[in-house]
């Protein structure tokens, strides 16, 4: 009985862990669709003033804590405001999939490097991490819906760079994968400010 009890326990355990994974891809799939529904090269609908750099740390400190479990060093730092227009429910879905790339390769006990601040006529996020890297010549096609890595041992279905390549394209902003001083990727997102 008592080893029943443990392999419905652990049944229940992977049941769970399957769930949650299909939750998330079922999440990326409806964030990629709205992204998708609207004109091209069109601005978002619900476009506001915000704080890119209040909606990175508040995403930062959310994936933060999941990473304590791991011996994550996460460092936060630019400046206190960082104004850009858009819609903020899909920038923090462009900052969720960003971090959450880091923290996914990030091996435990490895670093994540967070800078947001006003740049070039806008705000300038810039993510390191510790992690395996990208080579150059995969660095394009990691934008591709579906695309994994060979080799790749994070789990994924290939749709977080997809989408935020979309949220970016709407709001006129752009990305660059790069060599990260931290041995990992690095990347470098540019959106635009306000006008006054």
Known sequence: AEEDAAARDL?????DRALGRMERVIAQMLDLARQDSAVPGAPP???AVLDLAALVRREAAELGVAGLGRGLQLEVTGDDHAPVVG?????????????DNAFRYTPDGGRIRIDVCKADGGAQLRIDDSGPGLPAEARERVFDRFHRELGSVATGRGLGLSIVRSVLARHGGTIRLRDSDLGGLGVDVHLAAPTP
Do not use: C, H, P, T
């Open 87 to 99: 819609d903020e429910i899909a920038l923090g879905i462009m900052v969720r999939n960003l971090l």
């Open 11 to 15: 049944l229940a355990a992977r049941v």
């Open 45 to 47: 609908s619900n476009r």
